[in-house]
Nanobody, 116 residues
Framework: EVWLVESGGGLVQPGGSLRLSCAAS????????MKWVRQGPGKPLEWVAT??????????TYATYVTGRFTNSRDNAKKTLYLQMKPLTPDDKARYYC???????RGQGTQVTVSS
């Protein structure tokens, strides 16, 4: 059975930080490119970052609006993807999802709220 489970969301003040995790199972995570996407209230789904696998040198690419603030990493042994986010702004409020790059798999998401 394939699953992706995100965790680590919550309520944080502007300027604060959160670290999201995405635990994977049921597919070849180590050789699968993964991505983070998010959907804010009343907004369409938008891409956040793509994490390529070791065969692609573990390169990560970021959307311009998170570059310099968000850092993706992956632990292939633990089959887990991470997204460190700091500093957060109110515009980052969204439900964050991890997914395979081709959208074969996607988790249920974790909610991030940035508010004072």
């Amino acid at each position: 059975e394939v699953w992706l489970v995100e965790s680590g969301g919550g309520l944080v003040q502007p300027g604060g930080s959160l670290r999201l995790s995405c635990a994977a199972s049921g597919f070849a995570f180590a050789s699968t490119a993964m991505k983070w996407v998010r959907q804010g209230p009343g907004k369409p789904l938008e891409w956040v970052a793509t994490s390529f696998h070791p065969l692609a040198h573990n390169i990560t690419t970021y959307a311009t609006y998170v570059t310099g603030r968000f850092t993706n990493s992956r632990d292939n042994a633990k089959k887990t993807l991470y997204l460190q986010m700091k500093p957060l702004t109110p515009d980052d409020k969204a439900r964050y999802y991890c997914a395979s790059l081709e959208d074969d798999y996607r988790g249920q998401g974790t909610q991030v709220t940035v508010s004072s």
